[in-house]
């Protein structure tokens, strides 16, 4: 009797046909329309699409019947200006890559590229299912065709452009994000990961940051505060080229949302704020080399 994670190959290939009508993006691909044609960033992980899909909480963020419609609109709507991101890459393999350098952690396996051990492997046959599987509901409601890869800010990922000695344009593009830039950061004063940008000034003006403007929103349940951060966001913006937006569901959101109504361009940056020190190391050896 075959597998379930055969069955599931089996039933992803019989869908192959309708597959073809979506373009999806690697990493790569996605980052380099963020740095170079200022679009909006609105990213859907598993903690969005536990939350719309399945209608289930988080450790971050309890279930909110209210922001389910907002939620699906923005995975089911395309909208002139968005980039609407899917973890591609974990969809296609149960068992994916990590440049070991950005993500110190154990993993199942390790292989060697460029440095003894510089890759790691893990295994996640049950995240893998999980993703194709909502996959496949997206692809049968949404009018998006174009969707970008959720990843595209976690350095790890870039395995193809590490082994082929290309990380210096992978991270020449994610600084061109923080290049002369003004940007309004709408973040937890602790967020989970990396660090506030409130506390990295020095980072942000080595990075070029023109200048920085913050909104703090809750650590958990910030969907909650919805109607207050929206608010601040449009009293604050004027003058700001981008708005980084690291506040779960409530990015996803707000990225979609507010797209053409502010002249900024949005980014739910995710844990952006954690690869910063990555980003400073690179332009300060750039600046000497």
């Known amino acids: 009797m075959a597998s379930p994670l055969a069955l599931l190959e089996l039933r992803m290939r019989s869908l192959l046909g309708h597959e073809k009508a979506f373009e999806r993006l690697s990493p790569r691909e996605t980052l380099r ?28 963020q309890p279930f909110l019947p209210a922001m389910n419609d907002r939620l699906l609109r923005a995975l089911y709507e395309p909208k002139d200006g968005v980039l609407t991101c899917y973890s591609n890459s974990f969809r296609d393999t149960p068992a994916p890559e990590w440049i070991v350098r950005y993500n110190p952690q154990r ?16 295994k996640r046959s049950a995240e893998y299912r999980a993703y194709a599987a909502r996959w496949n509901t997206i692809a049968r409601r949404t009018k998006i065709r174009t969707w970008g890869d959720t990843n595209l800010f976690r350095l790890a990922v870039y395995v193809p452009e590490y082994a082929a000695g290309k990380m210096g344009a992978v991270l020449d593009d994610v600084c061109r994000l923080f290049e002369g830039k003004r940007i309004l950061f709408v973040t937890a004063k602790e967020p989970h990961y990396g660090g506030s940008y409130e506390d990295k000034a020095r980072e942000l003006a080595i990075l070029g940051v023109k200048a920085a403007d913050f909104i703090e929103v809750p650590a958990v349940g910030a969907l909650g505060d919805a109607d207050r951060v929206e608010r601040e966001i449009l ?4 003058g700001m080229t981008d708005v980084f937006l690291q506040a779960g569901p409530l990015a996803t959101v707000l990225a979609y949302e507010l797209a053409g109504r ?22 300060e050896a750039r600046a000497t080399a």
């Open 235 to 238: 009293a604050k913006c004027r």
């Open 262 to 283: 502010i002249d900024a361009r949005l980014i739910d940056s995710g844990a952006l704020n954690a690869q910063v020190s990555y980003l400073v190391e690179h332009v």
């Open 107 to 122: 993993y199942d396996s390790y292989r060697t590229v460029r440095e003894p051990n510089d890759i790691g492997v893990h």
């Open 33 to 60: 329309r963020a740095a170079h044609d200022n679009v909006s960033i609105s990213r859907f992980g598993n903690g969005e699409l536990r939350f719309c899909l399945k209608r289930a909480s988080s450790r971050f």
